[in-house]
């Protein structure tokens, strides 16, 4: 059973950029889509982008001006960089294992537990 | 884009059978899937690919998709089934996720 876990700073300044890393255990993250959604408090649930272990990606059309995201297989984890963030941007932030069929994402089989960011000065 | 259209609330008493509904242009041709999301959890996967349950979904979980309209069917819910439910799609036209807006079970 593959485990997800985000990490990253809780609280970021209007302007900057807000970063978070996906560690995955239990698995290799070889082989998979991995992605981002968020769910500011009260909402619903947005997704953010995807990445192919290979390095391809596919964004949010409304974040893609400012979204990096990245993978790193030798540490068997990936990455989220939104930058010029806003007080919108205040959310918690899942990673998740993007499951394909016959090389088309589908669906989502394992969650992290979330992180938290809030955006303020 | 793509549009998911859900009921923002459903009330069903225990025991009973629960039905949430997701909306979308001709959905029966994507493949549809809902997730459960308990207060303060991560969503969990309950169904795939229109009608299919992950092990250790309980059978009471169903999905059935046709036309513009994918539903699912929790039958002899439980106190314990009181969750947010979303539907998902993957929208092969733009290459982009699509989620419903979500609908909140009560268990009276």
């Known amino acids: 059973q593959v485990h997800l876990q985000e990490s990253g700073p809780g609280l970021v300044k209007p302007s900057e950029t807000l970063s978070l890393t996906c560690n995955v255990s239990g698995g290799s993250i070889s082989g998979y889509y991995w992605s981002w959604m968020r769910q500011s408090p009260g909402k619903g649930l947005e997704w953010i982008g995807y990445i192919y272990y290979s390095g391809s990606t596919n964004y949010s059309p409304s974040l893609k001006s400012r979204l990096t995201i990245s993978v790193d297989t030798s540490k068997n984890q990936f990455s989220l960089k939104l930058r010029s963030v806003t007080a919108a941007d205040s959310a918690l932030y899942y990673c998740a294992r993007f499951w394909d069929s016959n090389s088309i994402p589908n669906y989502f089989d394992s969650w992290g537990q979330g992180t938290l960011v809030t955006v303020s000065s | 884009s793509y549009v998911l259209t859900q009921p923002p609330s459903v009330s069903v008493a225990p025991g009973q059978t629960a039905t949430i509904t997701c909306g979308g242009d001709?959905?029966?041709?994507?493949?549809v899937h809902w997730y459960q999301q308990k207060p303060g959890q991560a969503p969990v996967l309950v169904v795939y690919d229109d009608s299919d349950r992950p092990s250790g979904i309980p059978e009471r979980f169903s999905g059935l998709t046709s036309g513009n309209t994918a539903t699912l069917t929790i039958s002899r819910v439980e106190a314990g089934d009181e969750a947010d439910y979303y539907c998902q799609v993957w929208d092969g036209l733009s290459d982009h996720v699509v989620f419903g807006g979500g609908t909140k079970l009560t268990v009276l």
């Open positions: 001709n959905i029966e041709t994507k493949g």
